[in-house]
C-alpha cells in the first residue's frame, strides 16, 4: 500500500477567495488526509479579507495564505481538480478527476454574500472529502 495521499488542486481566477476557502476547508476537515493545493489562472496578490474574516468564523486561518499561479505541474500532480469559473485556463490531463463547482465570486460582495459562498464550498468539500476517503 502507497503512502502517498490523495491530492486535491481547487483553482479559481484570483486565488483569493473560493479555492482559497474550499482548500481551507478541506485541510481542515481532512485532518491531513488528504494533501491540498490550490491556485489562480490570474491570481491576486493577497486573500480577500472577507473570505478571510468568513472563514474565521468557521474557526480556519486562511490570513496567511498567498494566491499562487496556476502552474501544470500542480495538475499533473493532482488526484483531483476542482475548478470555481477559471473556464478553459485549467489544463487536461488524461486520468484525473475534474469537477467544475459553479459559485458566484466573492471579490466585492457583502459579507451575508461571502458566508453563503462559503457555506455552499463548505457543502461541497463535505461531500467530496466523503466520496475520496470511502
Request: aromatic letters at 4%.
Amino acid at each position: 500500500m502507497s503512502d502517498k495521499r490523495l491530492q486535491v488542486l481547487f483553482v479559481c481566477v484570483h486565488n483569493a477567495g473560493r479555492s482559497q476557502m474550499a482548500a481551507g476547508f478541506m485541510r481542515h476537515l481532512s485532518g491531513g488526509k488528504v494533501e491540498v493545493l490550490s491556485a489562480g489562472s490570474a491570481p491576486k496578490d493577497s486573500i480577500n479579507p472577507g473570505a478571510i474574516e468568513v472563514m474565521l468564523e468557521e474557526g480556519i486561518d486562511i490570513a496567511n495564505e498567498q494566491p499562487k499561479l496556476l502552474e501544470n505541474e500542480s495538475v499533473e500532480a493532482s488526484d483531483v481538480v476542482i475548478t470555481m469559473g477559471c473556464g478553459d485556463a485549467c489544463p487536461f490531463y488524461p486520468g484525473k478527476r475534474y469537477e467544475d463547482w459553479v459559485l458566484e465570486d466573492p471579490a466585492g460582495a457583502p459579507i451575508e454574500k461571502i458566508r453563503e459562498i462559503r457555506d455552499q464550498i463548505k457543502a461541497r468539500v463535505e461531500v467530496l472529502l466523503k466520496e475520496l476517503l470511502s
